[in-house]
């Protein structure tokens, strides 16, 4: 029996306590003030003090600095400070009446507050704002003000990469209320960057404007009924620009020296054998900065004018190669079996004229083969001349002992037959050194021939390359906020 009256004695006290509590809270002005708002207030009701009236949001968006820029997926990750304000008639009170309290701070659920959203979001993970508190001025003007981290789809136009600009554009609206319960009302002047920070989260962008707008759009078809409804709601677009320098240095400046450096190829000699591997090791690099590209890039159909660059720099380069292989079979002709020499039309056009043009000089006059002819016909006349005075100075009339001209006949005759063999070898030397220098004539104008359409591919490949990168260039458009 004790226990029990212990038990009742606590519960009793408890009770009291309660109600000791409610009562302090009730002669505190803003207790006071809280139970008298809140106590019969119905947070699901909008806010009008007739059915037909409209509630007027209006709407702050302060950038405070960009999370991060996926060009990859299209999005754009911002760290956005929003303040809506609206007034609720049900929330207003005379300060007279309760300590001069002009402010009351009350947990967001308590409130009625419009269904406004981001329409663009691409967080998957979103669930609605965060909880928070609203501000609750005398005049019954609510203010809610909330840091959010926001995930937006951005379509964006790389075609300018590295040098582009991009619009993104957020909306903010009721979901479900249209623009004849909620009014969406921007303040372009406070909607601003004054409290952005260019050295927070993504730094390879530059912020070049915010600016906020009001409209009324109709979604048709989206919603149950044959009435369209129209939906107000705040754009908030912010206008990027990225920063090249990062590009320039390890994407686009590579990129070019390989296009340069495929330039060289034409300028290695037809008989290099690390000719054609030269130009095969750059093209394959090149495909690489290509590869690089596409994992930077979104997939689109809008393709950046460095790709376009890359991707004809590409083609040059395998043609080149393509003119290589055929520039070195033609040089082929000279060394392979059943060598022609170069026709008079071929030898006038491009190792004369095409080679003046191309500051080459007059080609068709240099490496001429020296003719032997002159040379073999004089040795030729001397030996039989040699042969004759030997003959006259061996059998001559007068002379007295027969044995000794017999043995002089046979010396002459050994000597003639010495000096036959000798004109013979020296008949066969020359004639081996006529074919040689004819050979290397040959051979010589080939390679001249092969020297000038080297030059002209060499002039033809940087003409192309140099005007299809200035005109990517300058074809290029980059998105100004003057332009929208």
């Avoid at 080459?360 to 003719?371: A, C, F, I, T, V």
């Avoid at 359409?453 to 390359?465: S, T």
């Amino acid at each position: 029996m004790r226990g029990l009256h212990l038990v009742r004695g606590l519960v009793l006290f408890l009770v009291a306590l309660g109600k000791h509590r409610s009562v302090l809270s009730k002669q505190d002005p803003r207790g006071r003030l809280y139970h008298r708002l809140f106590d019969e207030y119905d947070q699901d009701v909008r806010p009008t003090l007739a059915p037909p009236d409209v509630v007027e949001v209006h709407f702050i968006a302060i950038l405070s600095h960009i999370v991060e820029v996926d060009a990859k997926k299209q999005i754009l990750t911002a760290n956005l400070w929003l303040h809506m304000m609206w007034y609720d008639p049900r929330l207003e009170w005379n300060k007279a009446d309760y300590g001069n309290v002009t402010t009351l701070v009350v947990p967001d659920e308590r409130v009625w507050k419009p269904d406004v959203v981001l329409y663009q979001n691409a967080d998957s993970a979103f669930d609605g704002w965060a909880k928070m508190h609203v501000l609750i001025n005398n005049d019954g003007t609510v203010v809610w003000e909330h840091p959010a981290i926001v995930m937006s789809a951005c379509e964006m136009d790389v075609s300018a990469f590295p040098f582009d600009s991009q619009v993104c554009t957020l909306t903010f609206g009721p979901w479900v209320q249209d623009a004849t319960e909620v009014l969406m009302i921007s303040d372009s002047a406070a909607s601003n960057l004054k409290h952005f920070s260019a050295n927070v989260g993504a730094s390879g962008w530059d912020v070049l404007s915010l600016n906020a707008r009001d409209q009324k759009v109709s979604y048709d078809g989206v919603y149950w009924g044959t009435t369209p409804k129209n939906f107000s709601e705040t754009d908030i677009t912010i206008h990027l620009r990225r920063k090249p320098t990062f590009y320039v240095f390890n994407l686009l400046l590579p990129c070019v020296l390989l296009a340069v450096m495929m330039a060289a190829t034409f300028l290695l000699p037809i008989d290099n054998g690390e000719k054609v591997s030269f130009g095969v090791s750059i093209l394959l690099a090149l495909v690489v900065f290509q590869l690089l590209m596409v994992q930077l890039l979104p997939e689109s159909e809008s393709l950046p004018w460095i790709g376009k660059f890359v991707i004809i720099a590409m083609v040059l380069m395998a043609a080149s190669l393509a003119i290589s292989t055929i520039v070195i079979n033609v040089c082929s002709r000279a060394t392979g079996p059943g060598k022609r020499p170069l026709g008079p039309w071929t030898r006038r056009v491009f190792l004369r004229y095409t080679a003046k043009i191309l500051l080459m000089g007059d080609l068709s006059q240099e490496d001429q083969p020296y003719s032997l002819i002159d040379g073999r016909n004089n040795v030729c006349e001397q030996v039989p001349m040699a042969s004759k005075t030997v003959q006259s100075f061996v059998l001559l009339p007068g002379s007295s002992d027969d044995v000794d001209k017999k043995d002089d006949n046979a010396a002459s005759a050994e000597m003639l037959d010495i000096m036959r063999g000798i004109k013979k070898g020296l008949d066969s030397l020359l004639i081996y050194y006529e074919e040689k220098e004819k050979v290397e004539g040959i051979e010589s104008e080939w390679k001249l021939l092969a020297k000038v359409l080297d030059r002209i591919c060499l002039l033809l490949y940087l003409v192309g390359a140099s005007t299809c990168l200035l005109a990517f260039y300058f074809s290029s458009t980059v998105i100004t906020p003057e332009d929208t």
